[in-house]
């Protein structure tokens, strides 16, 4: 038995540039940034940090659901409602879903470390911490319902909820590539002929302190030398850092026939997907590591019975640090010889998303196919030309027949989705 064609019949997104995948993918074109300057009293004393917010979100209208409203902090608020728009946009926002399968990525543990200040102050005398009386005073502080709030798979089962999608599942937590992993995992099930039809996306926020510190450490920030707007500058010769940010990214995706059977429009088709891991860059991290998302690209492509000189455009992380930015390049040049397809990222636009990040670039693609425009890099005004890649600088009217979609977390983990234009 041949394995079914995959199609995707909707999208739907949540960030910082829209609430719509239209309006934010227009928002792409036209190179506009929404990257702003923290503020906030709290980080008075810190480097300048940049990041995208999420604007205009009405939890009353976007989530109808008056216990999902209380429960769901940020980012899974965010992938309810992108899940919600990815369902419309397909015309099964109203059907049954029970069979439909659901697979999401996420953060580990979405746990807002400031939820438990309250509780310490409460617990601290003199210098010390008495564990007796935050038993007695501190823990009622303490909101009871913390937990729930921040379980790792609290988007997909807010999706289940609201939505009743009750078919096969699975939730992945594995840093910035989970997004695209749900959407690999996704092709698996359908591919083996669990489900027909899946729902698969990612979420994420990274603006709470503790991540805002852990990137600061890491030293993978924008330097905020430059007005907010173009600080963030993918593949660019005065690349000093991402912003980070936060969002979701969703799509439906079907087998063909039951596309087909419907009259669904069609977005694009999923060829096939390649993952590499580099375990070694845990403990060494001067491991070479451009040949592994190299190597789980050429997996995509040759897994879709295609050649590296198939591709017309790739989909990539341009997450601007010189380190991140020189892996890319160097994946890229590992991969291709002659043919050269243009590159494109989004982070100048909206900063880095974390494990949406994949998921967004894949819901670009598919829009890139059905406008045959490609957008450009935001703030890649003079990229570095040691790279030799040709970066889409404007709006890049082209027609493209295949786009790779890829994402990688620092090396280590690596993921890659070949897609196409969709023929019957």
Same mark, same amino acid.
């Given at each position: 038995? $041949?394995?079914?064609?995959?199609?995707?019949?909707?999208?739907?997104?949540?960030? @910082?540039?829209?609430?719509?995948?239209?309006?934010?993918?227009?928002?792409?074109? +036209?190179?506009? =940034?929404?990257?702003?300057?923290?503020?906030?009293?709290?980080?008075? *004393?810190?480097?300048?940090?940049?990041?995208?917010?999420?604007?205009?979100?009405?939890?009353?209208?976007?989530?109808?659901?008056?216990?999902?409203?209380?429960?769901? =902090?940020?980012?899974?608020?965010?992938? !309810?409602? %992108?899940?919600?728009? #990815?369902?419309?946009?397909?015309?099964?926002?109203?059907?049954?879903?029970?069979?439909?399968?659901?697979?999401?990525?996420?953060?580990?543990?979405?746990?807002?470390?400031?939820?438990?200040?309250?509780?310490?102050?409460? =617990?601290?005398?003199?210098? +010390?911490? +008495?564990?007796?009386?935050?038993?007695?005073? %501190?823990?009622?502080?303490?909101? @009871?319902?913390?937990?729930?709030?921040? !379980? @790792?798979?609290?988007?997909?089962?807010?999706?289940?909820?609201?939505?009743?999608?009750?078919?096969? *599942?699975?939730?992945?937590?594995?840093? &910035?590539? &989970?997004?695209?992993?749900?959407?690999? #995992?996704?092709?698996? &099930?359908? %591919?083996?002929?669990?489900?027909?039809?899946?729902? #698969?996306?990612?979420?994420?926020?990274?603006?709470?302190?503790?991540?805002?510190?852990?990137?600061?450490?890491?030293?993978?920030?924008?330097?905020?030398?430059?007005?907010?707007?173009?600080?963030?500058?993918?593949?660019?010769?005065?690349?000093?850092?991402?912003?980070?940010?936060?969002?979701?990214?969703?799509?439906?995706?079907?087998? +063909?026939?039951?596309?087909?059977?419907?009259?669904?429009?069609?977005?694009?088709?999923?060829?096939?997907?390649?993952?590499?891991?580099?375990?070694?860059?845990?403990?060494? $991290?001067?491991?070479?590591?451009?040949? $592994?998302?190299? #190597?789980?690209?050429?997996?995509?492509?040759?897994?879709?019975?295609?050649?590296? =000189? &198939?591709?017309?455009?790739?989909?990539?992380?341009?997450?601007?640090?010189?380190?991140?930015?020189?892996?890319?390049?160097?994946?890229?040049?590992?991969?291709?010889?002659?043919?050269?397809?243009?590159?494109?990222?989004?982070?100048?636009?909206? %900063?880095?998303?974390?494990?949406?990040?994949?998921?967004? $670039?894949?819901?670009?693609?598919?829009?890139?196919?059905?406008?045959?425009?490609?957008?450009?890099?935001?703030?890649?005004?003079?990229?570095?030309?040691?790279?030799?890649? @040709?970066?889409?600088?404007?709006?890049?009217?082209?027609?493209?027949?295949?786009?790779?979609?890829?994402?990688?977390?620092?090396?280590?983990?690596?993921?890659?989705?070949?897609?196409?234009?969709?023929?019957?």
């Amino acid at each position: 038995m $041949s394995r079914p064609r995959i199609v995707v019949t909707g999208v739907g997104v949540v960030s @910082p540039l829209a609430l719509s995948a239209d309006a934010h993918f227009e928002a792409l074109l +036209e190179g506009r =940034s929404v990257v702003q300057r923290l503020e906030d009293a709290d980080y008075c *004393n810190y480097p300048p940090i940049l990041l995208a917010r999420v604007r205009d979100f009405d939890r009353r209208v976007l989530i109808p659901d008056r216990m999902l409203r209380k429960l769901l =902090s940020p980012s899974p608020a965010y992938a !309810l409602a %992108g899940a919600t728009f #990815a369902l419309t946009d397909a015309g099964l926002a109203s059907q049954d879903l029970t069979e439909c399968g659901l697979y999401v990525g996420s953060v580990c543990l979405d746990v807002n470390p400031e939820a438990f200040i309250p509780a310490l102050r409460e =617990s601290i005398r003199g210098e +010390e911490v +008495e564990l007796a009386r935050f038993a007695t005073h %501190g823990m009622k502080l303490v909101d @009871p319902l913390f937990l729930v709030k921040s !379980l @790792p798979n609290a988007g997909l089962c807010s999706i289940a909820i609201q939505h009743q999608v009750l078919g096969p *599942n699975a939730n992945i937590t594995n840093g &910035s590539v &989970s997004g695209l992993e749900a959407v690999i #995992a996704a092709m698996q &099930s359908l %591919g083996r002929g669990e489900c027909e039809f899946a729902l #698969a996306g990612g979420y994420d926020c990274l603006l709470s302190m503790d991540m805002i510190v852990d990137y600061l450490l890491g030293k993978r920030l924008a330097s905020g030398d430059e007005a907010p707007g173009r600080a963030c500058r993918p593949f660019d010769r005065r690349h000093s850092g991402m912003a980070l940010s936060e969002g979701a990214a969703f799509l439906m995706l079907e087998t +063909e026939q039951r596309a087909a059977r419907r009259g669904a429009r069609v977005y694009g088709e999923l060829l096939s997907y390649g993952e590499t891991a580099l375990p070694g860059r845990l403990i060494d $991290s001067e491991t070479e590591a451009a040949a $592994s998302l190299a #190597a789980a690209a050429c997996a995509a492509i040759a897994g879709g019975g295609d050649q590296p =000189s &198939s591709i017309d455009c790739v989909f990539g992380s341009g997450l601007a640090t010189a380190w991140d930015d020189a892996h890319e390049a160097a994946s890229y040049n590992c991969l291709f010889g002659g043919a050269r397809p243009p590159l494109t990222c989004y982070t100048g636009s909206m %900063g880095f998303p974390g494990a949406a990040a994949g998921t967004f $670039s894949l819901v670009h693609a598919m829009l890139s196919l059905r406008h045959n425009v490609v957008p450009p890099i935001a703030n890649c005004e003079e990229p570095i030309p040691e790279f030799g890649i @040709p970066f889409v600088q404007r709006p890049l009217a082209i027609k493209p027949d295949r786009a790779l979609v890829w994402n990688s977390d620092q090396g280590t983990k690596n993921a890659a989705i070949t897609a196409a234009r969709y023929r019957e």
